[in-house]
């Protein structure tokens, strides 16, 4: 096994493929990712404001929109120029302030504010929503609180009236809502699955595209254990020591929410090393095609990131996709994160994960005749 290593080795040299696929794609995704989500939020998104009434109250609220941290005030002179605008992608969403707002509050009236907000672009009309939201209803509960004010009421009493119901809101695992430790957290992991999976189809599948299985099989004694073992060896000891450099940027240099053991998060990105392997080599036995393997393995690396259930809560997805869910290893992991790194169960919160990817390593045992006929014989296309 170690003549295996040895040569593996010797390829990983002649051949910087391996290494600019593996180290040269995480190091620019981790850089990418917490470069490009490092404000944690989308900050001052463009939101129009159509102000019919141009009183001193209208251009109080736009002022204060202005002011917050999420929006970015633009102004339109009237609805079609703020559609045009919506419709161009320029602004996310845009509010229109009736003639007669302040005369109608000072009445007892209640004027009609209209929203008009862009869902096409999920994140950024969502927040533009709830920041226009957010300051009507303050700007609303200020005037009710000026009005009642008036008749003599203390602050007590007014905020009674105001706000009936007190809501205190708890946000665990990610009090700032960060959109970078909401996404960057399972990006990088599944980066990191879908490198180990098209590696490792490509570094088993050249032997039979370049016609070179028969010598490793020589080198491994005829053994086709041996010559897994050998040709991986180099490469777990690779991806496991990326993915605990990525931990411990993560959850050490970058201060993302680690409440339970960085070590159980070595661990658990090691049994998801393993997990993703087997699922490579299961792949390329299935079918012993460079071509036909690599194209299935991007396939199934990708619909790994739909179904891990970071975006939506697989629970919330059909039946069977849920079952389907469960054949990707970036499931379970993510999974496992939650219970270590959220809420710091230990072993008894996360051991289910651990098995559920422990049972991919058998998945290599299912093609494991195929794949030596297929490097003894060479008898399957090279193109």
């Known amino acids: 096994m170690m003549a295996v290593v040895r040569r593996e080795l010797r390829l990983m040299r002649r051949r910087p493929i391996y290494l600019l ?3 040269g794609v995480m190091a620019f995704c981790t850089v990418f990712f917490l470069t490009f989500l490092k404000e944690g939020m989308p900050q001052k998104l463009p ?3 159509v102000d019919k009434d141009n009183s001193s109250l209208s251009r109080n609220l736009v002022r204060q929109l202005d002011a917050t941290q999420l929006g970015e005030v633009v102004s339109f002179g009237s609805y079609q120029e703020a559609r045009e605008a919506l419709q161009k992608g320029r602004i996310n969403a845009f509010c229109m302030i009736p003639e007669g ?5 000072l009445a007892g009236r209640q004027p009609t504010f209209t929203f008009y907000v862009n869902s096409l672009y999920f994140v950024g009309g969502a927040l533009a929503y709830k920041d226009l939201l957010t300051m009507v209803n303050l700007f609303s509960g200020a005037v009710q609180r000026e009005a009642l004010r008036a008749t003599g009421m203390n602050d007590a009493a007014i905020m009674g009236q105001i706000q009936p119901i007190l809501i205190d809101a708890h946000q665990i695992g990610n009090t700032a809502t960060d959109y970078g430790v909401y996404l960057t957290n399972v990006l990088l992991p599944g980066i990191l699955e879908m490198i180990i999976i098209l590696v490792t189809v490509y570094t088993i599948g050249a032997e039979l595209k370049y016609g070179t299985s028969r010598h490793l099989m020589d080198r491994a004694g005829g053994s086709m254990s041996a010559a897994m073992l050998g040709k991986l060896i180099p490469y777990t000891i690779l991806y496991t020591a990326i993915g605990i ?4 940027i993560l959850y050490h240099w970058a201060g993302f929410p680690m409440a339970g053991s960085i070590w159980n998060m070595f661990f658990g990105t090691f049994i998801m090393v393993l997990a993703c392997e087997a699922v490579a080599i299961f792949i390329i036995g299935a079918l012993p095609v460079l071509r036909l393997a690599i194209s299935i393995s991007a396939l199934y690396s990708v619909l790994g990131f739909s179904l891990a259930g970071f975006t939506f809560p697989v629970e919330s997805m059909p039946a069977f996709i849920q079952g389907l869910a469960a054949a990707f290893p970036l499931r379970h992991y993510y999974m496992f994160y939650v219970q270590e790194a959220i809420f710091a169960s230990g072993f008894s ?7 559920y990817m422990l049972l991919f390593l058998f998945l290599p045992a299912i093609v494991y005749r195929r794949l030596k006929n297929a490097y003894l014989l060479q008898n399957f296309p090279r193109k």
């Open 47 to 49: 939101i129009g404001v």
């Open 21 to 23: 696929a593996s180290l």
């Open 349 to 355: 919160g996360w051991y289910p994960q651990i098995v």
């Open 245 to 248: 450099i990525c931990d411990l």
């Open 101 to 105: 707002t302040y005369s109608d509050v």
